[in-house]
């Protein structure tokens, strides 16, 4: 029984030789990456669950967000993803098209919000 607890942490301790440790450069590269990602997840977030009253859909600084928005994931697309690149345009360009609808096709009152805020002032009237 003995020994094959001592062969059970030999061969830990052998894995553990095996296992490659980052160095301080890479551990401040990853905690740079995944602060960037979290800041803008949280900010991604909040547009999509903000206020009704945040943005306003009709000025030209909005829509020119809402065009930067496709490009963006265009152009963000990963290689693997190639192939699939023009339909995760195409999905993305989605609020903006609904919005120049809107705003210029059906002349409806002005569209408010983004994400869950903007969807409920187009659907819940």
Not at 70 to 89: C, H, K, Q, S, Y
Request: aromatic residues 10%; hydrophobic residues 55%; contains cysteine.
């Amino acid at each position: 029984m003995i020994k094959r607890i001592k062969q059970y942490i030999q061969n830990i301790l052998l894995e553990w030789q095996k296992v490659s440790k980052p160095d301080a450069e890479q551990v401040r590269g990853s905690t740079i990456a995944v602060l960037v990602a979290t800041a803008l997840l949280g900010l991604y977030i909040w547009l999509v669950d903000g206020s009704g009253s945040y943005p306003t859909w009709d000025s030209p600084l909005t829509l020119l967000l809402l065009i930067l928005i496709p490009l963006g994931v265009f152009f963000m697309g990963e290689d693997a993803l190639a192939n699939r690149r023009f339909l995760i345009t195409a999905i993305a360009c989605i609020p903006l098209i609904i919005v120049l609808i809107n705003n210029y096709a059906l002349k409806l009152s002005h569209l408010e919000g983004f994400g869950m805020s903007f969807l409920r002032h187009l659907f819940i009237r």
